[in-house]
Every structure is written in structure tokens, then in C-alpha cells.
């Protein structure tokens, strides 16, 4: 069965500071991984989409890293603002025999602190 | 900038009862989604929907739940006999195309309280 772990649960920060949220996944076979945004009671929001072969991802402040072969994934904010505050979620694009699913994890909610 | 928008924000209904969310999907784009999301937990695929017809479902997605495309804009997922497990968030997507790195547009989602 595809399944998304994310770490940790959840992440408080100063404002200012950075930090590195993980993703492990068990999709196979892989076609894409995606960092999404949630703000509380909003949609998904896209932040990356990395394939097989991109290792890394820069989009503004966040950039996101993917290791195929050990099926890693992590998100990297940088002199993170009070508006980072949400939840961070990965999700992972299957591509087999005509099924396209995204998988999401359960997210890290990230809260930047004055 | 195009963005899926949804009504309503939130709609309350009692068990048994019938509901239609509604979507309008960015205009350009082929493909088109309904996720839920339960308090506190993860984003579900429930449906993909292209050409008229479904091209994928999930487990959760059983009879008591049906999509349609009933006009040129409007995309519509609707609720037979609604129970309480199906108080959620319902967020409707929409791409141009599937199966690669194709962007998913979110809307803003319609909160389902069932009582």
C-alpha cells in the first residue's frame, strides 16, 4: 500500500531561524513528489514538484531535496516568517497502470514565533 | 491569476440528507479532482474526472457518491444519503493534464457538517 511519512508532527520556530521538515515515502511506481502549503482551513497551496531524476527544488525561501533510492524527501525554509506558519505536506504521485493518485502525508505544522 | 473556487464555504445537513458541492475548475484545464480531508487528518483522493467520465476512484468513494460536469464550468460532487462519517473538508482540483508533473490547483474547500 502507498504511504507518506512525514516528520516531525509538528515544529515550533523563532522567526527568522531556519528548518528542515522529512518526508519518507512507500509509492511505487514513482512518478512525482510535491511539497504542498496548507493554511488552516484553506486548500493545498504548491510549493515544489520534484520527478526521478531532480534532486533539488528551490522555490523562494523553501527548497526541497529528493532521494529516489532511499526514498527521501525533505523541506528546507529559510529565515522563516510569521506567514510560514501552516501546515507543510508531502505528497506522492504514483504512475501505474493508468492510476495517477496523489498520496498525501499527514503534514508538519509548522508555527514561526516573534 | 485562474483559481478553483467552491461553494458553498460551509454546509450544514442532517444525516440522511442529500448534498451538492459545487466547483468551477480553472477554464483552461482538462482534468478534475475531489479530495476530503477529515479534522485532523490527511488529504484523501476520492475521484479524478476527465472527458466526462471518471478515470479514477478511490475506496472511499462508493455509490453513495457521484460526480458530474453538468454544464461547461461546473463541477459538481454530490452526497446520496449523507452520514455522520462524512462530516469533512471537500476540496476540489483541477490540472491540465495527468500523469507527470502536472500542477494541481486547490480550491478553497467546502466544510460538510453532518449532524
Known amino acids: 500500500k502507498n504511504q507518506v511519512e512525514q516528520s516531525p508532527q509538528s515544529l515550533i520556530i523563532l522567526e527568522g531561524k531556519n528548518c528542515t521538515l522529512q518526508c519518507n515515502y512507500t509509492v511505487s511506481p514513482f512518478s512525482n513528489l510535491r511539497w504542498y502549503k496548507q493554511d488552516t482551513g484553506r486548500g493545498p497551496v504548491s510549493l515544489t514538484i520534484?520527478?526521478?531524476?531532480?534532486n533539488t527544488k528551490s522555490n523562494g525561501r523553501y527548497t526541497a531535496t529528493l532521494d529516489a533510492d532511499t526514498k527521501q524527501s525533505s523541506l528546507h525554509i529559510t529565515a522563516s516568517q510569521l506567514s510560514d506558519s501552516a501546515s507543510y505536506i508531502c505528497v506522492v504521485s504514483a504512475n501505474g497502470a493508468g492510476s495517477y493518485q496523489l498520496t498525501f502525508g499527514k503534514g508538519t505544522k509548522l508555527s514561526v514565533i516573534p | 491569476e485562474p483559481e478553483v473556487t467552491q461553494t458553498p464555504s460551509h454546509q450544514v445537513t442532517q444525516m440522511g440528507q442529500e448534498v451538492i458541492l459545487r466547483c468551477v475548475p480553472i477554464?483552461?484545464?482538462?482534468?478534475f479532482y475531489w479530495y476530503r480531508q477529515i479534522l485532523g487528518q490527511k488529504v484523501e483522493f476520492l475521484v479524478s474526472f476527465y472527458n466526462n467520465e471518471i478515470s479514477e476512484k478511490s475506496e472511499i468513494f462508493d455509490d453513495q457518491f457521484s460526480v458530474e460536469r453538468p454544464d461547461g464550468s461546473n463541477f459538481t460532487l454530490k452526497i446520496r444519503s449523507t452520514k455522520l462519517e462524512d462530516s469533512a473538508m471537500y476540496f476540489c482540483?483541477?490540472?491540465?493534464?495527468?500523469?507527470?508533473?502536472?500542477?494541481?490547483?486547490f480550491g478553497p474547500g467546502t466544510r460538510l457538517t453532518v449532524t
Open positions: 520534484m520527478t526521478f531524476s531532480e
Open positions: 482540483a483541477s490540472s491540465e493534464a495527468t500523469g507527470g508533473p502536472y500542477e494541481q490547483y
Open positions: 477554464s483552461n484545464h482538462l482534468y
